[in-house]
């Protein structure tokens, strides 16, 4: 196992335009620590290299994402201060305030707004959450085989809500061998992701086998999600399962799910094609070229090749 200093390698640019280099940090750092199992089962430091080919900046480590946190006091401030309509620009300065400096905290201004935009998902009006409290166990009155299932944050916010009714779990046995995974769609109102899971029955037509409201796309929240949904449907694993390239979704998967194939959606990996590949003289050529591979294959033996 090597630990490499971000700044290790080199950028190979695309860029067509002599004119318009893309800029890049990599400047060929060769700083590293490598490690070995041994035998024992202990881990033995093998080569060190502290010597870095760039200038160093320690007071901006605390910008690294495994150091970017906020603390409960933080979080606290920015969600009374929000509560009393101040915006979240005075919102944030007032922090930089109290902690003398920016250089004092541990998380940036994008940080507080995305724990601001979080916490106004969580609080829900007063009528809409009670709303869906109260009919939920309604449903389940009416027709036994509704599940339903409400996550709660810290301070008795509702966080997470998921629910498939009896048509959906009966379907899932019959047809429960692939779906699919979708969080594409939002609210209107709280901007709360809407996650649907979605098989294809014998006609072809696509079924609802439950649905999901969730506050945040991190792994935590696909790991409740995913294990509501399986208890839902009585254990059963699913074979397979297609989804988008999020990388919380597929650490959620592989822990939930760790012996059902993951496939990514067809219409992601092509949409991307002019987003990785469009800078390229030869584009077209390329692309007339995947369509054909991808499309026109005749198995999926062929296509996996």
Same mark, same amino acid.
């Given at each position: ?8 390698? $080199? ?10 280099? +893309?800029?890049?940090?990599?400047? /060929?750092?060769?700083? $590293? ?51 009393? /309509?101040?915006? *979240? ?13 920016? !250089?004092?905290?541990?998380? #940036?201004?994008?940080?507080? &707004? ?6 106004? &998902? ?10 869906? *409290? ?16 409400? %996550?709660? #944050? ?19 046995? %019959? ?28 006609? /072809? +037509?696509? *079924? ?11 792994? !935590?929240?696909? *790991?409740?999600?995913?294990? $509501?949904?399986? !208890? ?21 998967? %592989? ?46 033996? !062929?296509?996996?090749?």
């Amino acid at each position: 196992m090597t630990l490499v200093c971000g700044r290790a390698s $080199k950028h190979n640019s695309t860029c067509q335009n002599p004119l318009k280099p +893309q800029a890049s940090y990599r400047v /060929g750092c060769n700083a $590293k620590i490598t490690a070995r199992l041994n035998l024992d089962g202990r881990w033995e430091i093998s080569v060190v290299v502290v010597e870095h080919n760039h200038g160093l900046s320690p007071s901006k480590s605390r910008f690294f994402r495994c150091n970017r946190r906020i603390s409960a006091h933080v979080r606290h401030q920015i969600n009374l201060n929000d509560q009393a /309509g101040i915006r *979240i620009k005075k919102n944030f300065s007032s922090l930089v305030h109290e902690a003398s400096g920016y !250089e004092n905290l541990l998380c #940036d201004e994008k940080a507080c &707004r995305n724990l601001f935009d979080e916490s106004r &998902r969580l609080r829900l009006d007063g009528g809409d959450a009670s709303a869906i *409290i109260k009919y939920f166990p309604m449903m389940v009155a009416e027709n036994s085989g509704f599940y339903f299932d409400i %996550e709660l #944050d810290d301070e008795d916010h509702l966080k997470n809500v998921f629910w498939a009714d009896g048509r959906s779990r009966e379907a899932y046995k %019959e047809f429960g061998e692939v779906i699919t995974f979708d969080t594409t769609y939002l609210t209107n109102k709280y901007d709360m992701p809407f996650a649907l899971f979605v098989g294809v029955n014998h006609h /072809g +037509q696509s *079924i609802l086998l439950g649905c999901g409201l969730i506050s945040k796309e991190d792994t !935590e929240t696909f *790991i409740w999600l995913f294990t $509501k949904w399986v !208890e839902c449907m009585d254990g059963c694993a699913l074979q397979g399962i297609i989804t988008d390239q999020a990388r919380a979704i597929k650490n959620a998967i %592989e822990i939930v799910f760790p012996n059902t194939r993951h496939r990514w959606c067809l219409w992601h990996i092509m949409k991307k094609l002019s987003e990785k590949l469009g800078k390229y003289t030869e584009y077209e050529t390329i692309s007339s070229t995947m369509k054909g591979v991808v499309y026109d294959a005749q198995s999926p033996q !062929e296509f996996e090749q």
